[in-house]
């Protein structure tokens, strides 16, 4: 028989309720489910994210982004803590992503396409189809609703990158942003982004459409800007977000 002390069921409990209600931890491997295709929202209401489980991006402290080689001049030791949680899906046609992020300010000025919003508050999907390749798709969203997609050349030692070509008609991606009211009590509010890209933009990648039991190589990341650069990862990289060889896998059910 075993016995716990009441601080010790209390510790368990409040454990369990934040695996509940914040998504599932990282094992470096998650299982994407096949749907429909869907219109989007913004706000990942449509009935076909019922069945995708949230994951936990999880915020990188000072000390964890040092032990893996990161460039931590000027961040403080400890900043804000938000909760960041993503799900994915995917259809014949493309895959479909979902953000949800905490947050109490948005640090926002870019208003175009094509700009660099990782300079500010964004979510990032980074996608690499062939497990053996340098290349795979970035793709970043701001709380304004502005996009940077970027295929990217990656060898180890140099990255080159360029926008897509062509990128047009059934080569865009759908995009939607929609920023909650703020809690009186806690001041805080969350806002949430959905993504569909399609395969004909990443279609010159091998493993395009992905069949059931194809494995993808990923990452889901975000960074906020409210005080200082503030990073979070579904997978811990070193040294940037450029890191494939870290990337979670991906396996289409």
Known sequence: VFFMSKQYFLAAVICCVVNI??????????????TEDFAITG???SANWNGADWNVITQRDKTTLQQNNWNTEGLPE?????????????????????????DSLLTVTNKADNTPLYNEDVVEVFLKPDGDGNDYFEYELSPWNFELPLMIQNNGKDINTWLPYMYVGGRR????????????????????A??????????????????????????????????????????LTRRSYHDPEKFG?????
């Open 21 to 34: 209600s914040f998504g599932q931890p990282n094992t470096g491997l998650l299982k994407v489910k096949m």
């Open 43 to 45: 706000d990942g209401t």
């Open 173 to 192: 991606t759908t995009h939607l942003v929609r920023v909650g009211g703020k809690d009186a009590k806690t001041n805080r509010f969350t806002w949430t």
């Open 78 to 102: 400890h900043d804000i803590q938000y909760q960041t949680q993503f799900k994915v899906l995917y259809s014949a046609k493309g895959i479909y992503c979902l953000f949800r992020a905490e």
């Open 194 to 235: 959905e993504i569909f890209i399609p395969y004909e933009l990443i279609a010159t990648f091998n493993n395009v459409p992905p069949q059931k039991g194809t494995q993808w190589r990923a990452n889901f990341y975000r960074i906020d800007y409210d005080r200082n650069p503030v990073y979070s990862s579904w997978s």
């Open 249 to 253: 896998t991906l396996v289409f059910e």
